[in-house]
């Protein structure tokens, strides 16, 4: 990998444990990659934050040679590439990078689908490769998840499934950046026509009617992080099959979502029955129609979280080809699920 001069980090603040942590440790000293120690791609690691970061900071300048201003511009203006984990911060940004210079937003492109769309033309006129995702968008698949092989050349996916865990909203926005690389592999992330909210009962009520009760259950069969039972004893139980999936579920949720073309996603928040990412798609199209596969978005543990490796040698690749890794589109689809989950 080719050596860059400087990238600038733009975050509200440094604390031990955030994603601004991660990405930052990974920039100054190096990353894993398929078995492989790579070091920093950057000659310069910038960083302003917002926030007074105080010992954390100020150790990786000691140690590690980071380099702090005291400004957006300061550190935009002199970058070549640029990563801002600050939704206020992103748009001094944009405003005092250089033209050409590719940029990453950790999160979301903007809090509409409107200003996504305004902020894309923006970058589009000065030339400024961008693109907007998560640590959740470049999720190890266990197993892969490659239904053109298994299937057949050409197959796409007809509905799909996601479990996840924690709050709204945040766990729902988690949710579509893991699944969404899955659905643009096959040809199912397009516009968004609705999504319907469901809470309680009502998620139970609606199984097979709004959603896939066989989804779930080969979504969970891949999981590792059982809870219940299993988590007390190390037994193995069919949570769907014995109906144990409705008793474990703390205030469950469901965000059902119609796409342009007839896709349905269903992001199921299941607090209690599992602790990892859990994906199901059912196939069409071709030999097998209405297949379905399974697979884990795998995340290590803490306080490594060696997932974030994923992620920064996914911004490296991209800020040394100039090329985004995923199309912008996508950036604007996960503000438009944003905007509608605060509806």
Known sequence: ??????????????????PAQQILDRFLIGFA?????????????????QAESGAVLEQRKRELGCNIVNSVKEAAAGADAVVSISREGFSDALENVRNGTPVFVFGLLAATKQEAESVARKAVSRNIPICAGTV????????????STMVAVGAQIREALIVIEGQAPEAELAAFHAI??????????????????????????AGDRE??????????????????????DGRTEDIVGLGLT????????????????????????LDGVVGDILVA?????????????????????????????????????????????????????ASDFAERLGK
């Open 1 to 18: 990998m080719s050596v860059k001069k400087n990238i600038a980090i733009i975050t509200d603040e440094v604390t031990l444990g955030s």
């Open 33 to 49: 990659r398929d078995g492989v120690f790579e070091k920093r791609p950057f000659e310069t690691v910038t960083v302003y934050a």
């Open 136 to 147: 959740k968008s470049t999720l190890q698949e266990l197993p892969p998840l490659d239904i």
């Open 180 to 205: 969404a690389p899955i659905l643009e592999r096959y040809g199912g992330l397009r516009g968004i026509q609705n999504v319907r909210t469901l809470e309680g009962q009502a998620v139970w009520e």
């Open 211 to 232: 959603w896939s009760w066989r989804l779930l259950a080969s979504a969970l069969s891949r999981t590792d992080k059982a809870q219940g039972n299993t988590l007390l």
């Open 246 to 269: 409705q008793k474990m579920a703390k205030n469950p949720r469901a965000r059902i979502i119609e796409h342009s073309h007839g896709l349905r996603t269903t992001i199921l928040a």
């Open 281 to 333: 798609v059912k196939a069409g199209r071709r030999l097998m129609p209405g297949s379905v596969y399974s697979t884990q978005l795998f995340q290590s543990p803490s306080p490594q979280q060696e997932h974030f490796s994923r992620l920064v040698g996914t911004m490296a690749d991209y800020f040394t080809s100039g090329n985004p890794p995923w199309d912008l589109r996508r950036s604007i689809i």
